[in-house]
């Protein structure tokens, strides 16, 4: 949080496969530069569905966000993608279609080629920004169409961007309901009440809703790949996790007061650092044998601690659960580890405290390696947060 970004930036997305395919025809990248206060977003929509439509839009979306992190001029980016571009030799349109859209140093900027125009709510209201038309050429040596569009904006807090694959506008076409398909004007209408019945509803979410009312209007059969993405400013949802002692005990009682401050969610990982917890605080540790894994110990509970979990074997499972997981929108167990990533998930801002007192109960031979490496493990987990799902995540050691 700055002054130029005095909000938190959620993003997130939701896809249906077209029926019977087992890959997305239609691509999202995200990707966020920390140094540069900037996140770019792409989806590419690849021409028909399957495999070859997600190669197409898989290459597209590349080239879209590196072309993006290198030049800032829509003009320029458009010039450069759509020279590169290829084309169907029997349709005369290009093999992929995407949106861009680039949030840096508090201003948005949204490139668009062929892709459904991006909604832009602010509040529960529609906002229109200035949209130019980037005419490249009326048509290149192929016949195809270079028209692009851009808009420029300072966004607001409660904004929200939700851009889509036109498997959303043309769901249900041909349907007695819906001859012609969704199309935009029922779409935006739908988006705007879902917002004004749930003000605060995450982007993952909005996008879900999207995507299953489309999936309804093509009676639950996809006729396309159908994607919808949504980027939401707003206030952070913060979470810290507080594993392992200290090195000097000494700094056990600042350490339990660090986190007892914190504004936000907190979660004990170990029950060393539980036992530290629990004895600065003068309170107890209590079991909870309601929401069990087979293969990890029970959560406890603790007054003003909302989660507390063994260590490392759970932060073990945490890292596989995150590695396995193709979305934030997945069902989770109700297991300690799947508490812990269901936290992460509703959490933007993430602080873990890494105590580096060596543990003794792990300096035996047989057990394996990782167990050890309490901070590689984090830092793995950490690793996962930001580049796959786009959280901003703070460790510090102690």
Not at 101 to 125: H, K, Q, W
Not at 165 to 181: C, E, I, R
Not at 307 to 325: A, Q
């Amino acid at each position: 949080m700055n002054a130029l970004n005095p909000y938190y930036v959620e993003v997130s997305n939701a896809q249906r496969y077209y029926e019977g395919q087992y890959i997305c025809g239609d691509v999202f990248l995200s990707r966020k530069f920390k140094t540069q206060n900037r996140i770019l977003s792409v989806l590419s929509d690849g021409m028909g569905h399957g495999v070859k439509a997600n190669v197409l839009a898989t290459l597209t979306a590349h080239m879209a966000i590196n072309f993006a992190e290198e030049h800032r001029e829509a003009s320029a980016i458009a010039q450069i993608i759509m020279d590169t571009l290829p084309i169907c030799s029997e349709r005369h349109t290009s093999y992929a279609t995407f949106t861009i859209v680039d949030f840096a140093n508090g201003e948005v900027s949204i490139l668009e080629y062929d892709n459904p125009t991006c909604l832009i709510m602010r509040g529960g209201n529609i906002f229109e920004p200035e949209w130019e038309q980037i005419q490249l050429n009326n048509v290149d040596h192929e016949g195809r169409s270079r028209s692009l569009h851009s808009c420029r904006f300072i966004p607001q807090k409660e904004d929200r961007i939700i851009y889509i694959s036109d498997g959303v506008t043309q769901s249900g076409m041909g349907s007695d309901k819906l001859p012609f398909g969704w199309q935009r004007e029922n779409y935006v209408d739908f988006v705007q009440k879902s917002v004004l019945n749930d003000r605060y509803i995450p982007a993952g979410k909005l996008a879900q809703r999207v995507v299953d009312m489309a999936h309804t209007n093509d009676n639950f059969d996809s006729k396309d790949d159908t994607s919808c993405g949504v980027i939401y400013f707003r206030d952070a949802r913060e979470l810290i996790i507080a594993s392992g002692p200290p090195v000097d005990e000494n700094s056990d009682k600042s350490y339990v007061e660090r986190v007892m401050n914190f504004n936000g969610k907190k979660i004990l990982c170990g029950a060393t650092t539980a036992e530290i917890f629990a004895r600065e605080l003068n309170t107890e540790i209590k079991d909870n044998y309601q929401d069990l894994d087979n293969e990890l110990p029970p959560s406890s509970d603790m007054p003003g601690v909302d989660l507390v979990t063994e260590g490392v074997l759970t932060l073990t499972k945490v890292e596989t659960l995150l590695n396995k997981m193709s979305s934030p929108n997945v069902s989770l167990g109700n297991g300690p580890a799947d508490k812990i990533v269901s936290m992460l998930m509703n959490s933007d801002r993430i602080c873990f405290l890494v105590g580096t007192k060596i543990n003794q109960n792990h300096h035996d031979a047989t057990m394996p390696v990782f167990l050890e490496i309490r901070r590689t493990l984090i830092a793995r987990i950490a690793d996962i947060l930001e580049k796959k799902f786009i959280k901003e995540v703070e460790i510090e050691y102690l």
